[in-house]
């Protein structure tokens, strides 16, 4: 009897702020989307700014519930991160693998978080869009082959060559003690697994019960009411403008 009760309790549940950043048009809104709405929308215009989500990942022993900060890649919003990354106990910093200098943004914003975010902040590094490569994820192809990739969910037939080698992302991210991984938005390779990762990485130490201090200020207010599967955006064109819209963003 005694069993079935503990069968039947309901798991502990924790709040973790996580933050996506690197290079505009990497894909970092459609991996978000993925995870939270298991979709995938071709040619979705930039992020304004920042997007927030929600999502739920069931681990064995609790609940995290990720409260999702999707940051615009524009240089003109990278002055912005430091008030979404603030209090972040996770961070997806992601590259587009047929982009080389994506690469070397990502390492930037790397180096940014272990400096100025909260300590023990656990950070995934990410290659996306894995269904451009003709190869698999663990396969080199010669990094001066082809032009510029085209943006995720471009023709299937444009099959193009990767830029950035496993071995040498996965060497970096070892070197720094990153999780790594390589994804693709499109066909969902690998996008439930990162997150599922992080949960996993988050020390005991970090979870609290309830709502996490996903944000403060401005932001914290901008965000009231989202649930899982919405969005909210907050748009930036404008230094301090932290106003929340209903609506879509990338």
């Given at each position: 009897m005694a069993d079935s009760t503990?069968?039947?309790a309901p798991k502990p549940s924790s709040s973790v702020k996580l933050v996506l950043l690197g290079e505009a048009a990497v894909g970092k809104s459609s991996l978000v989307l993925r995870f939270v709405n298991n979709d995938f929308q071709p040619n979705k215009e930039p992020t304004i700014g920042a997007a927030f989500l929600t999502q739920k990942c069931q681990l064995p022993s609790r609940t995290i519930k990720f409260e999702i900060w999707d940051t615009a890649g524009q240089e003109r919003f990278a002055s912005l991160?430091?008030?979404?990354?603030?209090?972040?106990?996770?961070?997806?910093?992601?590259?587009?693998?047929t982009k080389a200098s994506s690469l070397v943004k990502a390492k930037h914003w790397v180096a940014e978080l272990q400096r100025q975010a909260s300590p023990g902040i656990v950070i995934a590094l990410v290659g996306n869009k894995l269904d451009l490569c003709e190869e698999d994820g663990t396969t080199e192809t010669p990094e001066d082959a082809g032009d510029a990739a085209p943006a995720e969910g471009g023709d299937d037939e444009d099959v193009v060559a990767r830029k950035v080698s496993f071995k040498d992302a996965k060497a970096y991210a070892d070197e720094e003690s990153l999780l790594f991984f390589e994804t693709s938005a499109k066909t969902g390779h690998n996008v439930s697994e990162v997150f599922t990762a992080i949960a996993n990485a988050i020390p005991e130490t970090s979870l609290k019960g309830g709502r996490a201090a996903a944000a403060s200020g401005g932001t914290q207010a901008a965000i009231s009411g989202a649930g899982a599967g919405q969005e909210s955006r907050v748009n930036l064109n404008a230094r301090g403008d932290n106003?929340?819209?209903?609506?879509?963003?990338c």
């Open positions: 503990q069968a039947s991160a430091p008030m979404y990354y603030r209090n972040a106990q996770a961070a997806l910093v992601v590259y587009d693998i106003k929340a819209q209903e609506g879509c963003a």
